[in-house]
């Protein structure tokens, strides 16, 4: 995971749009090399379906200016580390522990307890993230911070 070097701000793992790369799957394979340089070996969808999400993207076939279709992997992956100084900063494998600090982090943030230039600077994860995280589960949050979250994406 990494910190987002562009807009939307937050911790996030590689994402991207399928533009003209044909598949979700060859999406996510090209934006894995793309954003950290290495080699997706095998992906297993794991969740997805259509979230509220700003973006700084014109709209396409699977999205909207604050609306895309996701559909979330989990990747094998191999080759040396090399990420992409344009889309990334902060580059590094997080532990659960740390990947929950980073979700109560966002959950402070959208409780208001820290600011945009605070998230901004120091970022929990990148607020879409938030739901997925808790769908498979890899993160936990309550029901109601989960809403105050899904209303940053908006």
């Not at 895309?68 to 090399?82: F, I, M, N």
Request: aromatic letters at 6%.
């Amino acid at each position: 995971m990494y910190d987002r070097a562009t807009f939307p701000p937050g911790t996030a793992p590689a994402a991207g749009h399928i533009d003209n790369h044909g598949t979700a799957e060859d999406a996510a394979r090209v934006e894995v090399d793309e954003e950290l340089g290495l080699t997706v070996t095998s992906l297993t969808h794991i969740t997805g379906g259509w979230r509220d999400n700003p973006c700084r993207r014109l709209p396409g076939a699977r999205s909207t200016r604050h609306r895309h279709e996701w559909t979330v992997y989990q990747a094998t992956v191999t080759g040396e580390l090399t990420p992409s100084a344009h889309e990334t900063k902060n580059v590094r494998w997080i532990a659960p522990d740390a990947l929950q600090e980073l979700a109560d982090r966002t959950v402070a943030y959208a409780q208001g307890r820290i600011t945009d230039a605070e998230f901004e600077a120091t970022p929990g994860i990148e607020p879409v993230w938030i739901q997925w995280l808790a769908d498979i589960p890899a993160i936990h949050i309550s029901p109601d911070d989960l809403l105050r979250v899904d209303q940053l994406t908006r």
